[in-house]
């Protein structure tokens, strides 16, 4: 036989004796296995993206809502003197906050004018800084408000659809299947045309067709979940429908609900912000993102300031938004959750 | 025996959040013409990605190979260029996979996709290209060749998928082939069959096999010679009959005991192996196996074993073949019993 | 497949109907005469007005008469611009739009399509980042406030491109411009996404399996398979360009038949609206249903289940 020991001399003999078996028994457990949220949570911190996104969400809702109270001017408040004002800002003038016009007179030296507007005034000598934040309220509430009750019909419908299954689900999915083919945008311009332009006739616009979408998921995901084991068991112990509902399928279902809401409210914000720029919107003196839009379009071509402002934020918040609602899809999706 | 491919001392890791994942580490093995040697493993023992490696088709992005040669040829594949490399797949090895069900493009005509490979190492013309495919399909075992050719993979069985992807490999002539889990997707009786194809084209095309599988029922049916990979490493290889009727590595004891036995007797319990594969991005020190294994000396579980050879053809990698360990006899009913099957290469 | 092709049409006429008759009984909730200068009618006026356009008649004789003209393709006579119809109107009108549409289409595609596909073979590169950050800008900036500062930036201040009106090519840059900035991102991150998902498939590894060069893996097998489900992108994106039509062509001044109908929407011309509503309907449906079909002949595994 060639056989040959592997003799490393360093290995003294009396290793080779069989190990005691406590050393036998665990081969590796590592840490606690996350629970899906916070395994959420950790991949939503690693995406920068949505992470900045979140921030300047956050960011702009406290803002929109201690912005207003910086200033004594009130959102409605005109004041013809002050009237289509640029920005200035103190200690600010390099950056462009210098109350100069675009064709470079000084506005506020030629009228002798000392309180500062900072973002800005309209033709009405409304001050834009307070408006741009209450603007922000207003969109922020309208795509907020529209979400919630788009989930909440969406869930109601889906719920029902899949739970009960049969010739119900069956009737309720052909309704489905017709709204989806009627163009939102149609429906939602009809509405406000019958209905005085405002913001619940604005949000109830947006509902009427925006559920669809929230309850294809939420059937989706219910059905997918009801054919599972642990609902089986749950339903062999007697435990009645409702509470199945909200005890066991409902958290379940919270991942897909939560990603179709954050895409809700940017579309629901920019919506809004469409129909007012095709005249459907808010009447003044409120304001939203878009009635600032519109009106600093009209008046783009002298004073650009009053469409950049509500441009930029309009901007920002879309951005934060999409980029935040992409992040919780890669973080809560299961099918990407290997 | 003419060695056709070489295998030295190969690493491989993969990167990932969690870190490198040591996936195969300091693998050597041959492969001689027209035989068939099988690599066996647990899932998750670096068979697979040993594979891959030889034909250098994993992702560049979290894959290195962090050494070690793979010769064929004269050539060391692992120094190859990517062009290189892509004139040698498909004509001198190939690969069939484990799951026909998703390794066909499933919006070209199965045709078009045996015809690919033809086209690109071999020049000739559209007709012969076509007729030759059609032989192929028909040496392959499907029925209708002539109109099979121009439907898509949905329209197969997992079977004659599986028969599409072998004949997709054949296609050139290679002189090799990979076959990473050829039949472990696929219902028993087809099993059998596809083992036999193989089996069967081996023969006519005298191709060498690497049989990548867990299934020693699979392995006893095609193999000359094994080698037990567990956690990147190959424990135990030698021939057929070595590992079946002389295995030294605990690990391969356990491999054997837990498959049923035709013949055995019914009484006696299959012996699962306990515990799970360790974590390949944390592994234990000194033997990766001495967690799970009931013969661990104390030295297992500090310093990683050599490699001993038992014969010119068994190698083993274990402490329990070192002088000074103490001598452990291995468990009743492994090998011995008759498998009606002459040993091509006796034990020395 | 002809199980599946009729079921879909069953749907598509219901759709229609729904929304021809929601169309309808809207309308009559709407406040408002739809005639010009109404307080200078007087009552006998109004009267013949209202005769001539059918409006004394009960409305559910209005509304089977408006069904029965629908089927003759007959939309009636506009309240606004004297003896026209509303499908004359709409005639006159659709060209603009459809050039700036098919444009921002034909562009916004070629230039997505471009872009994700180079964001997924470089995936997770710089260049990767890149490409989604402009998409997803492309997706969140909406069209109205992109035209805006288009046109107030390259238009009237550094004035490389007319800032409006329609008297030429060079016109329709911008409006087109502005309505592909919607499709450029909506198929750079569909397509990003699809590639990434075939790149992972198996069958890749099968095609470099065999030999094949990377680029004819790319081409043959990545690219051709991540296509296929671009197509359902269609209807998507038809609504946007219809819903960017409408806020563009009131910036850039474009005839076209989105200004039309905020034109209309001002005045109260309810013919008008009700006639382009349906039109941009029944585009849409159409738009819809031939996605269906062509997905059904661009992938071979759906055209055989041939079910409903």
Redesign the interface.
Known sequence: MGRKPNETPEIPDDMFTPASPGIVTKAETSAAPLTFWQEAWRRLRKNKGALAGLITIVFLIVVSLIGPLFNEYSYSQQDLVRSNLPPKIAGLEWLGFDGTRSSGENTYEERGITANAWFGTDEFGRDLWTRLWKATQVSLFIGVVAAFLDLLIGVVYGGISAFYGGRLDNVMQRIIEVLVGIPNLIVIILFILIFEPGILSIILAMIITGWVGMARVVRGQILQLKGQEFILAARTLGTSNGKLIWKHLFPNVMGPIIITVMFTIPSAIFFEAFLSFIGLGLQPPLASLGVLIEDGYQSMRFFSYKLIFPAIVISALMISFNLLADGLRDALDPKMRR | MEKILSVENLHVSFYSDGGEIAAVRGVSFDVNKGETLAIVGESGSGKSVTAKTLMKLLPKQNSIIKQGDVKYGGKNLVQLTNRDMEKLRGSEISMVFQDPMTSLNPTMTIGKQVMEGLKRHRTMSKKTAYTRTVELLELVGIPDPGERINQYPHQFSGGMRQRVVIAMALACNPKMLIADEPTTALDVTIQAQILELMKELQKKFQTAIILITHDLGVVANMAQRVAVMYAGEIMESGTLDEIFYQPKHPYTWGLLSSMPKLHADRSLPLTPIPGTPPDLSHLPEGCPFAPRCQYALKVCHQYEPGKTKVSTTHTVSCWLEDERAPKVKKPEGIGGMQRGRQSKIAGS | MRNYFLSRLG??L??LL??VT??FF?MQ???GTPFNNPEKLTEQQLLSLNEKYGLDKPIALQYFIYLGNLLQFDLGLSFQYEGRTVESIIGSRIGPSALIGLQAVVFGTAAGLLLGMISALK??SFLDYTSV?IA??G????S??FA??M??YLG?KLQWLPAALWRGWEYTIMPSLALSVMVIATVARFIRTEMLEVLG???V??????????K?VIV??VV??AL?PVVTMLGPLT?GI??GT??IE??FAVPGLGEQF?LS??VNDYSV?MGI?LF??SL??LV?MIVDILYGV????IS?KGEG
């Open positions: 749907y598509m219901v759709t729904i929304i929601a169309t809207f909730l709407l406040p995936h997770n950050f997803v800008l997706m969140s900036v909406p109205f406030v805006a500062l046109q107030y009237v498939q198996d069958y590894v099968t095609a470099r399996a065999k030999g094949l060069t990377e004819a043959k097998h051709r398979n296929i609504v219809m819903t409408l806020v009131k910036i905020t929407i001002m609206i509503t941009y309907s849409f449906i819809v661009l992938d071979p595994r055989l």
